[in-house]
């Protein structure tokens, strides 16, 4: 039996559906039901544990260290390309992601382990540019030149399945196959939708305010204009073959990803 955490957020529920294909057991919890990590693991029979570092959180090292006293047989962490950055150089750990422990947690838990370091998920840009896209075709942000391997959360969630039924070893790194800037992503989704979208570059303090009037913490908005700031000169994490090494495919392409979400956009 499978035990995941986060089970029905953005990753997870990729994850839950891989394992199920597969005929897999999989037991899920989660902030908003499923039981708890902890009684499932003692309940025994969990083979392997996959940890979410949202769902856990400070967590994390007793999840760990519990999973090896019950048996668990194999540990698979979700982190991040950033993990090593400061942590005011990590926007998502304002948002409550603890990307490092997670990991650090699979990686001292004495058993076999994989941490998933993934790039910028292709569903941001449904956060960041959505709205505007349903609303017209002139796309207002900031860093027109940013560049970033964005990864399609199904593959993510693909990888975790063959993870935590044995595939790979240690830190793995995963962006999807192109590197590419936020006017490039625009024109990707305007070219999938059959539409002319223009993209216009605004100061990162009128994007921040934008984020900051749409319900995003202040500190996570300022925080993820510096990392465009600071990654504006040379695209941040440019693609792996990770994906690739483990499913033994290429990732899918950002095209890909807003053909199968046309509705979101």
């Not at 902030?31 to 499932?40: L, M, P, V």
């Not at 194999?74 to 390309?81: D, E, G, N, P, T």
């Not at 192109?178 to 024109?187: F, K, M, R, T």
Request: glycine share 14%; proline share 5%; charged share 25%.
């Amino acid at each position: 039996m499978m035990l995941v955490t986060g089970a029905t957020g953005t990753v997870g529920r990729h994850l839950v559906a891989a394992l199920e294909a597969g005929g897999h057991k999989v037991r899920g919890v989660s902030r908003s039901g499923g039981g708890s990590a902890e009684d499932i693991l003692r309940e025994g029979g969990v083979e392997a544990l996959f940890l979410h570092p949202r769902a856990v959180g400070e967590r994390a090292g007793e999840l760990a260290a519990l999973a090896r006293e019950c048996g668990v047989r194999r540990i698979v962490a979700l982190s991040a390309m950033n993990v090593d950055d400061p942590d005011e150089y990590q926007p998502s750990r304002l948002a409550g992601d603890r990307n490092r422990e997670a990991e650090q947690a699979a990686a001292g838990s004495g058993l076999p382990w994989v941490s998933l370091r993934a790039s910028s998920f292709a569903g941001n840009t449904v956060r960041a540019f959505g709205a505007q896209v349903r609303g017209g075709d002139v796309v207002r942000y900031t860093f027109r030149g940013f560049e970033e391997s964005l990864l399609d959360e199904r593959d993510l969630g693909e990888v975790a399945a063959a993870a935590l039924l044995g595939a790979g070893d240690g830190v793995l790194e995963l962006t999807g196959p192109q590197s590419l800037s936020h006017g490039e992503q625009v024109a990707i989704i305007g070219a999938v939708l059959g539409r002319a979208l223009r993209f216009e570059e605004v100061p990162p303090e009128v994007a921040a305010r934008g984020m900051i009037g749409g319900g995003m913490p202040a500190a996570f908005a300022e925080a993820l204009m510096d990392r465009y700031r600071r990654h504006l000169d040379r695209p941040q994490h440019p693609p792996t073959d990770g994906v690739r090494a483990i499913l033994g495919r290429p990732a899918r392409t950002f095209a890909q990803y807003v053909e199968a979400h046309r509705a979101s956009y």
